[in-house]
């Protein structure tokens, strides 16, 4: 069975090295370990060190060569727009706090999984709301680190730790 042993970034590789991909959904994309099918139907094992937030766009790459092509699944989605950048950093802050993922688009708009109570929520916050299908990559958050991978740069936990924080 294929191997995939390491999660490369977007665009880090070359189209003809590309052997097959993956389509996921958001909550399938944070991995460590773990048997798959590609899209053409073909079983590989996930297999890294570590678990992963697999991206839209990354590689996962084969014992042996070659890299499987992560895409992330459309799926039921609701964007929200507001009247003002205030009435935007409101309603953030009322989706915020109910701890879910939320990514931020262009252009003042943000999206969160589609989720009956939350859309209610917003609209009788007075925010606008068009649910669709469409991929969802959420913010990391403000303590993960900023690369799933391949990383070698200190993170907020190390900078402290060697200044005795």
Same mark, same amino acid.
């Given at each position: 069975?294929?191997?995939?042993?390491?999660?490369?970034?977007?665009?880090?590789?070359?189209?003809?090295?590309?052997?097959?991909?993956?389509?996921?959904?958001?909550?399938?994309?944070?991995?460590?370990?773990?048997?798959?099918?590609?899209?053409?139907?073909?079983?590989?094992?996930?297999?890294?060190?570590?678990?992963?937030?697999?991206?839209?766009?990354?590689?996962?790459?084969?014992? +042996?060569? =070659?890299?499987?092509? &992560? %895409?992330?699944?459309?799926?039921?989605?609701?964007?929200?727009? *507001?009247?003002? @950048? #205030? /009435?935007?950093a409101r309603l953030?802050?009322?989706?915020?706090?109910?701890?879910?993922?939320?990514?931020?688009?262009?252009?003042?708009?943000?999206?969160?999984?589609?989720?009956?109570?939350?859309?209610?929520?917003?609209? +009788?916050? =007075?925010?606008?709301? &068009? %649910?669709?299908?469409?991929?969802?990559?959420?913010?990391?958050? *403000?303590?993960? @680190? #900023? /690369?799933?991978?391949?990383?070698?740069?200190?993170?907020?936990?190390?900078?402290?730790?060697?200044?005795?924080?």
């Open positions: 069975m294929r191997r995939a042993v390491t999660v490369v970034s977007n665009r880090s590789w070359s189209e003809a090295e590309i052997v097959g991909t993956v389509t996921l959904a958001f909550h399938d994309r944070h991995r460590r370990r773990v048997r798959m099918s590609d899209d053409s139907g073909a079983d590989f094992l996930l297999d890294l060190p570590q678990a992963a937030v697999l991206k839209n766009g990354d590689g996962l790459a084969l014992e +042996g060569g =070659g890299y499987i092509q &992560v %895409r992330a699944a459309p799926e039921a989605v609701a964007d929200i727009r *507001a009247g003002s @950048p #205030e /009435h935007l953030a802050w009322h989706i915020g706090n109910r701890h879910v993922p939320v990514q931020v688009l262009p252009h003042g708009v943000l999206r969160i999984l589609d989720d009956h109570v939350l859309v209610d929520m917003v609209r +009788g916050l =007075g925010g606008e709301v &068009v %649910r669709h299908r469409a991929p969802f990559a959420p913010e990391a958050g *403000a303590y993960a @680190p #900023e /690369h799933t991978h391949d990383d070698n740069h200190p993170h907020v936990h190390d900078r402290e730790a060697a200044h005795g924080h």
